[in-house]
């Protein structure tokens, strides 16, 4: 069997793992104690060993190593979904007291809509902040405290072609222990999360996750020409998302799109990614890779892009022309990025 | 066996996240940055501990809620779990030596089948450091629970600058 088809056949067992996982009742799996011995820590790695857990755990599957290892991933981050919930909550607190008011995007955005608190795992918080309070948020942030919070701090929703007042004026609060936290509107956060998704090649498969609950948790007001407008591309390539989401994981939820024929390379790419070990974003920097020749070989191999993220990352059309022309100039691109970073990464200061 | 009419130790209350599911209570430790399984068992010992219950009062609930026979031992067995855990915030006086608390010891000690021994206190590290890995970037405390060669340089979230390295036989965040 080449490589090629045992990666794609690896990422058809994920998604087949996965495929409801984040619904209540969720539906039990059918899968063989071998095939869940090899896939487990590729689940694990992809941050979806708990949602795989949440499948088996009605499942009948016997005790075993791999399910041991499934709810030993489910309880960390169920633990690790609380710390999170507080971090957010002391840095909600820490910016409004700055005077600032910080819109949330993915992470615990994403998360609520899952049954329960666990079932996706947390890296630090994505907040957003109007451009103008940028530096005064940067400064509320540097504190001991505000370092703990572990803040990702962006100023522009560069994914969703429009005004940061228009963002705003859709944004609604949620409530979160003892604070409101302000989150993106429904069409914008799905918008975002399907944009995301694609800008990073689809790697995780918990982010498909995500757009199939926000598909199924779509308010009765949804607007999906907001959702989907701007440069008609960006609309295809949302379109393209969902179409990913009900053809692989089953997601349902109303309206949406047309319906579209995905481009065959697309399914094929994202399985391919499904099925491999590693990725550059859970690797080191470039910088630090290129301290060993062994190290650059190897982050050179891993940035190489697969299909989605380059034809996202140089804003390409989702059709069926061949991809190679995509991969090669996102990779340009980013080579360019980098050299003109690398001074200030020798120096070790961070260029953002 | 004449139950002890003691109180049971003060259970730590600072912080620790708990979080209380069907059958097991986890616990994150948030200055050790450690994360803990207690089962049924252990969990009800502990919240004893947090209601100031004595051994007495704890091994009848033990006895009552988990039909568990001999329960004093087990009471003492899960002290000894707990506090090895740092969950307590006092060192009980046992009242005979920890040794006898080992967990093959007291089956063979109360004479406890297959079905019993599962009721058994049980305080469980949660490690996985492959879980660790499944984020984009790892918290300071994923990074801490990796030992070489696990850590590669993965970015430290929220950290520009800071990666995961290993660092003697150690995984450790630092400036990379």
């Known amino acids: 069997m080449s490589r090629s088809v045992l990666l794609s056949a690896r990422g058809e067992l994920v998604a087949r793992i996965l495929a409801g996982s984040w619904r209540r009742p969720v539906l039990p799996l059918d ?166 998704m694609l800008g990073h090649g689809a790697w995780r498969p918990v982010w498909l996750c995500d757009v199939a609950a926000a598909l199924e948790s779509l308010p009765d007001d949804f607007d999906w020409a907001r959702c989907l407008r701007g440069h008609p591309r960006h609309a295809q390539w949302i379109a393209c998302t969902i179409g990913l989401a009900r053809q692989l994981l089953g997601a349902g939820g109303k309206g949406g799109p047309p319906e579209r024929r995905l481009p065959r390379w697309l399914l094929a790419a994202l399985l391919r990614q499904w099925g491999r070990d590693e990725h550059y974003m859970a690797t080191p920097s470039m910088a630090f890779a290129l301290r060993s020749t062994a190290g650059a070989l190897t982050g050179l191999r891993l940035r190489w892009p697969n299909p989605i993220q380059a034809t996202v990352g140089v804003g390409g059309p989702f059709n069926g022309l061949p991809r190679l022309p995509f991969q090669i100039a996102e990779c340009l691109v980013r080579t360019l990025r980098f050299a003109r970073h690398l001074p200030s990464l020798i120096r070790g200061t961070p260029p953002f | 066996m004449d139950h002890d009419a003691r109180r049971l130790p003060q259970a730590r209350k600072d912080h620790l996240v708990i979080e209380a599911l069907v059958d097991e209570t986890l616990v994150y430790d948030l200055r050790r940055h450690k994360a803990h399984c207690l089962n049924a068992t252990a969990a009800l010992v502990w919240r004893c501990c947090h209601e100031r219950r004595s051994v007495a009062e704890t091994v009848v609930l033990l006895e009552g809620e988990l039909r568990l026979p001999e329960a004093e031992t087990l009471v003492w067995m899960a ?98």
């Open chain 1, 31 to 196: 899968v063989a104690a071998d095939a869940l011995a090899d896939i487990t820590p590729q689940l694990i790695r992809l941050g979806a060993g708990a949602l795989a857990w949440r499948r088996l755990c009605v499942s009948g599957v016997s005790p075993c190593r791999a399910t041991f290892d499934l709810r030993q991933v489910y309880r960390l981050q169920t633990l690790e979904a609380r710390v999170h919930e507080r971090r957010l909550v002391e840095a909600v607190g820490l910016l409004r007291g700055a005077g600032v008011e910080p819109v949330l995007a993915k992470g615990w955005a994403a998360a609520r809509l899952y049954p329960e608190p666990g079932l996706r795992p947390y890296g630090d918080i994505d907040l957003w902040v109007r451009p103008d309070l940028h530096p005064v948020a940067v400064a509320a942030l540097s504190s001991p405290a505000g370092q703990r919070c572990r803040v990702d701090l962006h100023d522009r929703f560069t994914q969703l072609d429009c005004a940061w007042s228009d963002v705003l004026a859709r944004s609604r609060l949620e409530r979160l222990g003892e604070v409101e936290v302000r989150l993106l509107g429904a069409e914008d956060h799905l918008r975002l999360l399907c944009i995301h």
């Open chain 2, 79 to 176: 002290l000894d779990r707990l506090e090895r855990a740092r969950l307590l915030t006092e060192t009980p006086s046992f009242p005979v030596p920890r040794s006898q608390y080992v967990r093959r010891q007291v089956i063979r000690a109360l004479g406890l089948g297959a079905a019993s021994a599962i009721l058994l206190p049980l305080v469980d590290s949660i490690i996985s450091p492959v879980a660790a890995q499944a984020g984009s970037c790892l918290t300071v405390a994923q990074c801490d629970a990796l030992t070489p060669p696990a850590c590669t340089g993965q970015p430290i979230c929220g950290s520009p600058g800071l990666c995961c390295v290993s660092r003697g036989n150690r995984c450790r965040d630092r400036f990379c």
